[in-house]
């Protein structure tokens, strides 16, 4: 729904593109943390991905030494941090006149930083995932395993609180607008990429032959749990900050909308079902 004219800071924001923007974010994300990252490595170190799906990778790594192993549990939280500062560097350098292009940017580097710092996070309270302690987790026999651990969650957490300072600050600039208007504007931007995020994960893990457990595990702990900081970081803007830059405007674009919902739906029909080599 675009914002109200009343609204001294006003500037067109409309939420089917906005949708859209954040389907092809999210999409991209994943596509980069699993296929670019797991599935590239496990090739690369001589393991064969047998199963491709959307939120996971089964790589048949008989005979590989530990150290690939752990390689190809770590490349994908390592492609996320790539992707993800490459995101937040590039806003900066887009003109202001592609305000799609920059908020896209701007979610795909921090959704992909979200990622990257997160795993730890949820590994070392779980023992799951990318850096979790299982025979396909970066610390798989570490010991003592409360000690790594913790260490992860210090780590997780501490990334992830720098993540939201940069995102922030970046967001900061990127906004536009006065007061209290421009923190109310980039909540709804951001919120909305948060719900659009978290119901696209869902539904394309429901595909999965696996069953729910891929939701719970991966799908809706990378989106709803991953991202979280996408649904209350924007309160933390200075509301009495006053912007030169003029307001973001994301006005309706059908390339985008057309782009962010095919990729979405090529990737579900592809990935979603699981593809078998």
């Known amino acids: 729904m675009p914002e109200s004219k009343s609204d001294p800071g006003h500037a067109a924001t409309d939420l089917l593109t906005v949708i859209a923007i954040s389907l092809f974010a999210h999409t991209l994300d994943v596509f980069f943390h699993e296929h670019v990252g797991h599935a590239l490595a496990c090739v690369i170190l001589g393991g064969h991905p047998a199963e491709l799906g959307a939120f996971y990778v089964d790589c048949q790594y008989e005979g590989l030494p530990d150290l690939s192993i752990r390689l190809i549990a770590l490349a994908g939280p390592l492609v996320s941090l790539i992707s993800g500062a490459v995101g937040l560097l590039v806003v900066n350098c887009l003109p202001p006149s592609a305000s799609h292009l920059r908020y896209g940017a701007w979610l795909l580097g921090t959704i992909g930083l979200m990622t990257a710092t997160g795993y730890p996070l949820f590994s070392g309270v779980t023992g799951l995932g990318d850096f979790g302690t299982t025979r396909d987790g970066a610390l798989y026999e570490a010991a003592p395993e409360w000690l790594w651990r913790l260490a992860l969650?210090?780590?997780?957490?501490?990334?992830?609180?720098?993540?939201?300072?940069?995102?922030?600050?970046?967001?900061?600039?990127?906004?536009?607008?006065?007061?209290?208007?421009?923190?109310?504007?980039?909540?709804?931007?951001?919120?909305?990429?948060?719900?659009?995020?978290?119901?696209?994960?869902?539904?394309?893990?429901?595909?999965?032959?696996?069953?729910?457990?891929?939701?719970?595990?991966?799908?809706?702990?990378?989106?709803?749990?991953?991202?979280?900081?996408?649904?209350?970081?924007?309160?933390?803007?200075?509301?009495?900050?006053?912007?030169?830059?003029?307001?973001?405007?994301?006005?309706?674009?059908?390339?985008?909308?057309?782009?962010?919902?095919?990729?979405?739906a090529i990737y579900a029909a592809i990935f979603g079902p699981t593809l078998r080599l």
């Open 153 to 264: 969650v210090v780590l997780g957490g501490a990334g992830y609180a720098l993540v939201i300072y940069l995102s922030l600050r970046s967001m900061d600039q990127l906004i536009g607008g006065e007061g209290n208007a421009r923190v109310q504007r980039a909540q709804r931007l951001a919120l909305t990429s948060y719900v659009t995020g978290g119901v696209m994960c869902i539904l394309i893990g429901l595909l999965n032959p696996k069953g729910f457990i891929i939701v719970i595990i991966s799908a809706a702990a990378s989106s709803l749990g991953g991202t979280s900081g996408l649904a209350w970081m924007m309160q933390l803007l200075d509301r009495s900050k006053s912007s030169l830059a003029p307001p973001l405007r994301l006005d309706r674009s059908w390339v985008w909308v057309i782009a962010g919902f095919a990729v979405t």
